[in-house]
C-alpha cells in the first residue's frame, strides 16, 4: 500500500490528511510535501487529519515530532485528529501525545489552533 496526501487550510492553518501507510518508504515524501507547504509562509500551524492513515512506523513518528519541532519554532501549534485505533496505540507507546493534543475532528483541532474554521 502506499501513501496520499491531500492539503487544505483554514486561514493560516495548514491542514493535512494523510491516507494509507506512512512508514520509511513515504516518509521521505510527506516531510518534503508539508515543509514545502510550510515554507511558503503563509501557515502558522498545522493540523494532521489521521482518519484514513491505516498503518504508521517510527519513521512516521519522526515525520510528526520533525514538523512539531519546526511548526512550534515558528511561533505555531500543531494538533493532530481521527486518529485510528492501531495508529493511537504507537503513538501513546512513543509518548507522543504527551506534547501533541489530539481532537476526535477536524474541525476541533483547527479550532484548537485558534482559528475558527
Do not use: W
Not at 502558522?44 to 519541532?69: C, P, Q, T, W
Request: with cysteine.
Amino acid at each position: 500500500m502506499s501513501l496520499s496526501l491531500e492539503v487544505k487550510h483554514a486561514r493560516d492553518v495548514l491542514i493535512v490528511r494523510l491516507a494509507g501507510e506512512l512508514d520509511h518508504h513515504t516518509a521521505e515524501t510527506v516531510r518534503y510535501q508539508i515543509e514545502a507547504e510550510l515554507k511558503k509562509e503563509i501557515y502558522s500551524h498545522l493540523v494532521l487529519n489521521l482518519a484514513e492513515l491505516e498503518f504508521m512506523d517510527s519513521s512516521g513518528l519522526g515525520v510528526i515530532l520533525g514538523r512539531y519541532k519546526h511548526v512550534t519554532q515558528l511561533g505555531g501549534k500543531m494538533t493532530l485528529c481521527s486518529i485510528r485505533p492501531s495508529v493511537y496505540r504507537l503513538m501513546e507507546m512513543s509518548g507522543l501525545f504527551r506534547i501533541l493534543s489530539i481532537y476526535d475532528h477536524e474541525q476541533d483541532a483547527v479550532q484548537a489552533c485558534g482559528v475558527a474554521s
